[in-house]
T-cell receptor, first 116, second 110 residues
Framework: NAGVTQTPKFQVLKTGQSMTLQCAQD?????MYWYRQDPGMGLRLIYY???????DKGEVPNGYNVSRLNKREFSLRLESAAPSQTSVYFC???????????????FGAGSRLTVL | GENVEQHPSTLSVQEGDSAVIKCTYS??????FPWYKQELGKRPQLIID?????GEKKDQRIAVTLNKTAKHFSLHITETQPEDSAVYFC?????????FGKGTRLSVIA
């Protein structure tokens, strides 16, 4: 099992360019998440998908869009990149069961994005 | 939404000493309380978690204690080792998905 796979690992963009970060999991998890990590800010939730066919905004959704393509895949798109979006992006997945077990997040290796 | 604060933001201890990191939260509906560890350049990984019906949980040198009344939970690491050096995040969850604290950078000095 590969777990959670993110691509690309590194990307440099110019301001105004667009790109899509890809994420796939092979653990049959129902929920998937996109976080960004900036120094001193911890992990901030951008968007999440509680189950296939649903997506919801997190703490910092502005400037991003997401697509839950199927149960395995959850992509994050930057339509017009800005320097403030320079960050490390983590995709994560889990089987979410409220008031129950199996709430552990499994993270991908991260994607480092630089916007010039 | 959930407001999460971690203290301290940085912590240095001598090898063999204990370390304690505290996490306070605001959502009284929170019922799941995990701690994640992130080593330099790596992804975060769960090290221990607790549910609201339990006050304490131990796993070898690490433990988590929960005080639901006061809305805080703490990570305890005993007999610290250099490999414990990392950033630790709490991420309480209730009606909203996991909200991560800003992290505590633990340095264990040999």
């Amino acid at each position: 099992n590969a777990g959670v796979t993110q691509t690309p690992k590194f990307q440099v963009l110019k301001t105004g360019q667009s790109m899509t970060l890809q994420c796939a999991q092979d653990m049959n998890h129902n929920s998937m998440y996109w976080y960004r990590q900036d120094p001193g800010m911890g992990l901030r939730l951008i968007y999440y998908s509680a189950s296939e066919g649903t997506t919801d905004k997190g703490e910092v959704p502005n400037g991003y869009n997401v697509s839950r393509l199927n149960k395995r895949e959850f992509s994050l798109r930057l339509e017009s990149a800005a320097p403030s979006q320079t960050s490390v992006y983590f995709c994560a997945s889990r089987n979410y069961l409220h008031f129950s077990g199996a709430n552990v997040l499994t993270f991908g290796a991260g994607s480092r994005l630089t916007v010039l | 939404g959930e407001n999460v604060e971690q203290h301290p933001s940085t912590l240095s201890v001598q090898e063999g000493d204990s370390a304690v990191i505290k996490c306070t939260y605001s959502d009284s509906a929170s019922n799941y309380f995990p701690w994640y560890k992130q080593e330099l350049g790596k992804r975060p990984q769960l090290i221990i978690d607790i549910r609201s019906n339990v006050g304490e949980k131990k796993d070898q040198r690490i433990a988590v204690t929960l005080n639901k009344t006061a809305k805080h939970f703490s990570l305890h690491i005993t007999e610290t080792q250099p490999e414990d050096s990392a950033v630790y995040f709490c991420a309480p969850e209730g009606n909203t998905p996991l909200v991560f604290g800003k992290g505590t950078r633990l340095s264990v000095i040999a």
